[in-house]
Each structure stands twice: as structure tokens, then as C-alpha cells.
């Protein structure tokens, strides 16, 4: 369907989209469905996992020394060749099978979040998958729901929506059926409906015209949507960088060095190809995925769901929590403490017009509304006439009504927005007099300062019965509605835990600065530093970096200034997450570094975050923030392992080759060493982690890291040259004997540095994961097993003498405990990375 459909009949529609006011047939939207999928070309199942097979074996490095072993068969050498292809497709299918079953698990936690719609199929309310609307179907709309579809209204029932992702505009527009010339702007086409926008209030069935890309939001998209990498993936990505240009530069030394020397051509090629792919980190993307997905998991069972695998590593390095404190520190089960004229006497008057306003409204609920209606007052002889849905700039919510032939305006919101419409207002004595602004505020100021919300009400008789928010004025103060919303009983303690992970708890609220500022001292802020709305719009950009560092509340805050204080907070190098559920929170969920709503949040809200809590508590996110440091600080044991113990090897190797008159390690044993030790590398996803390393939030940072491989790399290549003298000169090994000797010492320090390297403290004082204990027994095993098997011969290995074994061993043991004490000096220096 083109794009201007607003002037079209409504009839006409359709017969073109082959179907009526009782929507599509069940069959028909079926094959909708499949060919709308077709035109997507959305890969199968299948093609997406052959791409993920294929991709573990596209690495240059990979694919040069499978032509290299594949020349070399050519030339007679088939068993080095068959020897090497198997390790390499065995190391490619163990990354293979990680990345598929990280990817699966990550697609059953996608399906559990997946924003539902209300369609009629065959006559009949169905709901379906967002993703499954096709053109034709019948849309039936409620408040808060995001609209999945370009569409043309059928009916409505006050139907405002929320259009500022399409046409900036921020106030709520007014939508109602008709016919609108196709030359008109998208702002004025009031009878269509635009995929990406939200319902703030109202209900309405409206005629699917376009999906996908053929809707006005998904032309946007493309000059739109941009994925931003997490500063993890940042780090990881020039990490990858950083490791791979020493291993080209290492490999081609070691290439023309060997030819130098006048060494085998195939044999100097494989070898320093082995050399190359045995530093590179070809296990990282499987491991990094792997650690996200298990990170995923273990948070489900703390009743989080992952959105974005990645912003795993965020949460994990949050500094900073922005949230309301409704339902988060209180109880979230807001109650009508009573409801009172300027007096402070309960006003039976005002409780009727509350009431009425709440009833009638067609906004999405909330608390508040909920609340009013439980006061179950009677709506005999009232009839709704119209309503002007509650926005953030307003801050009220007004509905006309009539009764015995008269018609009135009742509004009700924030106290401020209340009074700046009044002219008038009812005493204690039922009089309307002029109004005593003083008065009123006085009187306000004295309930929230106990803790209270306040609500205004105000009302007005009107000759119209369609009203605006020009009809907003001259109204008479009728009284306020008091709420109470208590602390939950667990939030001093949770705020305590996240006080022992490092993490600032800053409240950002609609509330008034007194109600905001007692919250803050019963959470134990003795002297609660409080910024309000009108505060901030008085702020430079530059005064608020300053200004929101140093603030415990944000009170009276509008929409726009919750995102204007999260990026505030960033300019200062912290890393931010923002919990919010409502329309107004969508901003601030997007500009934090990690959004978090909640699993009964509006749509729009749900669609933003990049986590979703299945409870609305503190206590789950604390949860949630030791795992997202968990799968960080696991993630972190393989950079680290990887660039100390690996590089060391691989460049005593590599040393070791110009130095001997044989090479030290023959190119498939390079690769055997690599494909070993990588057995347990696996199971560090699912490794403990030191209670001390989760106190604080971790940062990627690659000088540490390259300090490390630079400290461990030395150390390695230290016992590694003593193992070279020792094998050569003490024992007078050559070949055979000496590359079994290297080897055995090679993979038996990979494994143990392993152990070293994954904590802080002596490794004796760490308990390992027991899938790591299991993994590298089982590597250890295999190890001391070859030498002795029917492939040694095969694989150039022979059998050592005990005296051989023992000297290995006693380096080995030396090895171990140097390297353990060299951990512990240098995380003392660097202690706060």
C-alpha cells in the first residue's frame, strides 16, 4: 500500500486489503503472514545455525593454514595433515556448539517479553505476537499499548496518542475517523495512526494498512537505528586488534627468520601459522557469548529478563541507580488516606468530583486512579461528555461531564498546575470566594512534609459540551486528595546491600520536593540533597554535571529533565542504570546506560529497556547487578589468561625456533596444545567469583591488560626458556624426546595458571567452579595420557624418563608458586582496576 492512505474511503481500504470490520480470516492472515515474512527474508532456523558453523571456520588465520596443510598433503605429509584438519575442526565445532546454545537460550528469554497485540481474526478478539500483524487486520487499542502498524481509524472512544517519535510534537494528539487529503502533513492526518507511536488515553479499533519497512516509521529507520556498542565490546574489539597485530608481526618474524636459516619451507609455514592461530583468541566470541547467555540464565532465576545479551557487562559496571520510589522504595500500593478542603476537613464534595474524574478517564492505568476508584462512590445521573488526557507538560487530567442538564469541567493533578487554572475557591464553609493561593500552599507544604502525595481538584460549570485545554481556566479550587504510599519493610536493607556493591541510589520523581525529601530521610539520607524540576530549568547544561553529582532527590521532575540528568551524570564518567515503567520514563531508559523497566510496564516502556524485572524491587536489581559483574569479571579470566600464559608460551616457542637447530614443537602440537587447554576455558563462564571482586562495579581496561601480558607473558617465557635448557642441555634431548617434554610442560602451566589467574587471592584460598575442576582433570588427563597412547607416534610424542618428569615437575611447582606471587603484587598496584 502506498503511504497516503488518510484520503482513501474507509470501504475502499477494505476491499484492497481483502478484508471487513470483523478483520481477516485466520487462513488469509496466515499467508499475509508467510509472504510478508518472505519479502523480510528473514533466514531460517537453519541458515542462520549453518552461518553461525560456517563462521567458526572463516578466521584468515584458520583458512591459511588449511591451505597450508592442504599444499603439504600434496607434497606426502597426509597424516601431519588429517592430524591438523581434525584439531582444527574440533576446536570449530566446540566453539560452534557453545555459540548455538547460548543463541537458543537467548530466543526462549526474547519470547517471554514479546509485545503482544489485540487483533479481530474471524470476528473474534485474538491476540497475537506484534511481529504477526499483517495489512487488513483490525487493531483493537488501549492505553499504554504501542501501535505496531501504520493504520486508519475505525472508531474511537477519546483516543489521544503520543506522536513524538514521529513528529516531535509532545503534547497528545487528538485522533477521530474521517477522511483527510493525502496532501495534508503527517501532524494533521487526525485519522490514521503511525507505527512506533504509543496510546496515552482512549480506546479504538483501527485497519492495518502497512507493516515493516512500508510504514512511515520503518523508512525512518534507516537513517535511525543505530547500535551502540557497550564498553565492554568496545574494549573487547581493540583487544582483538591490539592481540592480532602482535601475532602477524611474531608470525612473520618467525616465518622469515626459519627461512633464513634454510629450514623446510611447508615445515616453516605450518609453524608459524600454528603460532599464529595458537594466540589468537579464537575461542572469544564463543566465550564471550557463552558467559552473556549463563549470566542470562542465572539472572532469570533472580526475576530478570536479559533484552540485549551485551548490556550484561553494563549492568555489571553501574555506578550509579536512577528510580522512582514508587514501587521500588515504598510499597507501590498507593491508598486514599482521605480527601479534604483547604480546611484539612474531609469534604464529601471534592471526594465526588475525584471520583468522577478517576471513573471516567480513558488514560492507561495507574496507581492514583486505581486508588480514587476504590473509594466505590456511586456516578447515578453523571454521563461523560468529552476528556483532555493527562500530559507531562500540563500535569492534569480534566473530563467533562453532565448532570440534569448541566455540564462540568473536573480536573485533578499536580497541586501547582492545579492552582495556576483557579481563580476561585470552595472554603471549609462550602463558599466561593477568591482564591488564597498563601492558604492553600501553606497547607500542602505542612501534609507532604509528613510524607503525603497531594493531589489538586478544582471544577468549573461550562455552557459547552466539547471542551479543549484552552476550556482549562477560571476554575474553582475544590480541595486535595491525600495519598499514602508506606516504605516496603526491606528497603533500608536492600539500599544497604547496594551501598556494599558501590552503587549511589539517586530517586527521580514526580513528586513534590517535601513528599520526596521525608522518602529520603526514612531511607536514612539524614541530610537528603534535593533538586527540583523548577531548579533544573533554571540550570545551565554545565551547572547540572555539577550539581546532579552531588544530588541525593530529584523532585517535581518533567519528562525531558529525567534524561537531561542521566546524561548530566554521564558527562561525569559515571556509568547509569535508570528503572522506570511509564510513557515518560521512555527517554531516560534510553539514554542511560542500562535501561531497566518492569514486566507490568506500558509497552512503549518494556520496548526501550534493555532489561525487564519481573518484580518492581531494589532487591532483585542488586541481584541483578552481581550477576551482570559475575559474567564481566569470568569474561575477564580469559583476556587475561589468554594474553599471559598463551602469549608467554607461544613467544618461547616462537624464541625457542631461532635459537634450535629442530623446531621446538611441532606446528599439530601447537595446535593439540591450543585445543586442550581451551576444554576449560569453556566452563569459566560458570566459575565462583571472589565475593571481594563483586564490591565494586569493573571497568574495561586495556592498559592493565596489556600491563598483565607484558608482567605474566615475561614470567611464562622465563620458565619456559629454563624448561628449554634443562630439556637440551641438561638431558641432551633432541626432537622427539624434547617437543614431548615442552609440550607436556606447556599445557600443564596453561592449565594451572588457569587456577591462578581466575582469582585475586592465593589461588589455595579460592574454590574453583566444579565444571572447571572437571574440565581441566579431564584436560590434565588427556595430557599425561598421549605420550603413552597408540597416537603418540603420530603426533611426534614419546615417553619421558622419570628423571625428565620430575625436573618438569619441580619447575612446574616453582612456576606455580612465582606466578601466584607475582599475582598478588601486581593487583596490589593496581588494586582499583
Known sequence: MPLNFSGTDIEALYRQLQSSAQGLDSNLAASKLAEQKSKLKTPSRASRELKLLIRQFTNPLVLLLVVAVILSAILGEVSDTLIILFILLATGLLSFWQELNAGRAVERLQQMIKLKCNVLRDGTDTEVDADAIVPGDILLLN???????????IEHNELHVNESSITGESYPVEKAPGIVADSEPISAKTNCLWQGTNV??????????????????????????TVQETAFEKGIKHFGYFLMQITIVLSIVILSVNLYFKKPLFDSILFAL????????????????????????????????????SSIFNFGEVEILCTDKTGTITEGVIKVKDVIDIGGKSSEQAKQLVFLNSVFQNGFSNPIDDAIKSLGLGTEGYSK??????????????????????QYLISK?????????????????????????????????????????????????????KVSKEDERDMIFMGFVVLEDPLKADTIATLDRLKQLNVKVKIITGDNQYVAGYAAKKIGIAEPVVLSGGDIARLTPEALVVKAANTDVFAEVEPQQKEHIIKALQKSKYTIAYMGDGI???????AADTGISTNNATDVAKEAADFVLLEKDLSVLADGIEEGRKTFINSLKYIFINTGATFGNMFSVAGASLLLPFLPMLPKQILLTNFITDLPYITIASDNVDEEQLKKPRKWNMRVIRNFMIVFGLHSSIFDFLTFYVLYQVFKLRDSPFQTGWFVESVVTELCILFIIRTRKSFIASRPGKFLMISSFIALVITLALPFSPFAAELGLSVASISEVMAIGLII?????TADLLKL???????ND
Open 143 to 153: 492505553a499504554g499499548g504501542v501501535i505496531p502498524a501504520d493504520c486508519r481509524l
Open 200 to 225: 496515552v488515553s482512549g480506546t479504538g479499533k483501527a485497519l492495518v494498512v502497512n507493516t515493516g519497512g512500508d510504514t512511515v516509521f520503518g523508512q525512518m529507520a534507516h537513517s535511525l537505528v
Open 274 to 309: 600454528a603460532i599464529a592461530v595458537g594466540m589468537a583468541p579464537e575461542l572469544l566470541p564463543a566465550i564471550m557469548t557463552f558467559a552473556m547467555s549463563a549470566g542470562a540464565k542465572r539472572m532469570l532465576k533472580k526475576k530478570v529478563i536479559v533484552k540485549k545479551l
Open 385 to 406: 461528555i468529552n476528556e483532555i488526557p493527562y500530559d507531562f507538560i500540563r500535569r492534569r487530567l480534566s473530563i467533562g461531564v453532565t448532570k440534569d442538564g448541566k
Open 413 to 465: 493533578g499536580a497541586v501547582d498546575n492545579i492552582l495556576e487554572v483557579c481563580t476561585q475557591m470552595v472554603d471549609e464553609k462550602g463558599t466561593i470566594s477568591a482564591i488564597d493561593k498563601g492558604r492553600i500552599t501553606a497547607l500542602y507544604k505542612d501534609y507532604c512534609s509528613d510524607g503525603f502525595r497531594l493531589i489538586g481538584i478544582c471544577y468549573k460549570e461550562m455552557n459547552t459540551e
Open 584 to 590: 515518560n520514563d521512555v527517554a531516560a531508559i534510553h
Open 813 to 817: 611447582l616453582a612456576y606455580v608458586i
Open 825 to 831: 603484587a601486581f593487583f596490589r598496584i593496581y588494586k
